[in-house]
């Protein structure tokens, strides 16, 4: 059952339009990631699902209900700021028993509820301190269990992990995600961190200049990418220009640059078209170990960058083109140097043909 249904939802700004004409549903007790560049779309989206925004044009249905003039009170969500927006005069205890206290709840029902999940979240040693004594992760915390204590079935995360550090952040994803399943939310966070939204969801959910581009678990938004912006914006790729010369029933010959040759397992082009060839990094080989008998090519190490564990190559081939490889330490065979000639090489059916974009292949990937 869809517990939250947008029907071409539209908000412009001015000339500016942040949404244009959405559609998506969100199932009970899903977590979904809304991902994308800055200026998708992404936080208008969302604001716009709590009630803080109104759209100029679509409907907005929550629980099979139109919600388009209910106030963010009415709605059963409750909205998560990046900031976290605490009381800064409350303490810890304050800030997550204000929505029960309001509600009139009795007394005992507010301290058994405030006390129950300050010990989910692991802050009930902390219950007495105010939000300026208190860690960025542990502030993130508070608001979590703030949002938890309203009641609301439906939690909104806007970036809610932008301002931690990177160890926090890695350290947080998986408490977030356990947080709303153990709790039964519906949950949307947005996210501009693909990593993070391909570690948590159920559903990625990828928005660019106001429109879905691509949605689906993340093992499809991954492995089935359905533009070369998704396949650049999630995991990043070689994208390399040609034309289709050959189409057999084991696949295609594509001419590159220089008369260099292609081969990819894709039947679906026609012979003279042009297209995008894209090969993930980590599908990219070096060296002369189990060379396969196409999709060859020598070329000159130009740099080598140390990324934890991997190590990432950039490679400048004979005829002009520079791709990049990415191998885990645990796979190099041997530390390979820059302005050292190598091969590179890849398998047909590591390649993902697209479609010569309209507006020319730099704009069609650039993250904006």
Known sequence: MSVIHLV???????????????????????????????????????????????????????????????????????????????FPHMNVWQNVSFSPVIKDYHENRVKRLTLEILEMVKLADRRDAFPHELSGGMQQRVALARGIASGARILLLDEPLGALDARLRVDLRAQLRKLAEDQGLTTIHVTHDQEEALMIADRVVVIRKGRIEQMGTPHEIYTSPQSAFIMSFIGGANFIEGNVIRVEDSGSIIEIRGSHKIHVSDISRTVGEKIVVAI??????????????????????????????????????????????????????????????????????????????????LKEIEAI
């Open 8 to 86: 071409d939802v539209t908000k412009k700004y001015g000339e500016i339009t942040a949404l244009d004409h959405l559609n998506l549903s969100i199932e009970d007790k899903e977590y979904v990631c809304v991902l994308g560049p800055t200026g998708a779309g992404k936080t208008t989206l969302l604001r716009i699902i709590a009630g803080l925004l109104e759209p100029d044009e679509g409907e907005i249905n929550i629980a099979g209900r139109l919600v388009n003039e209910l106030p963010p009170e009415e709605r059963n969500a409750v909205y998560m700021f990046q900031q976290f927006a605490l």
């Open 280 to 361: 993930r990094l980590e599908d990219i080989s070096i060296g002369m170990v189990d060379v396969p008998e196409s999709n060859n090519f020598s070329g000159m190490i130009e740099s080598t960058m140390f990324i934890g564990s991997s190590i990432e190559y950039v490679i400048k081939l004979d005829n002009g083109i520079t791709v990049s490889s990415k191998k885990l330490i645990s796979d190099a065979y041997k530390s390979q140097k820059s302005n050292e000639p190598i091969v590179v090489s890849f398998l047909p059916e590591t390649c993902y043909v697209f479609e010569y974009p309209k507006i020319g292949l």
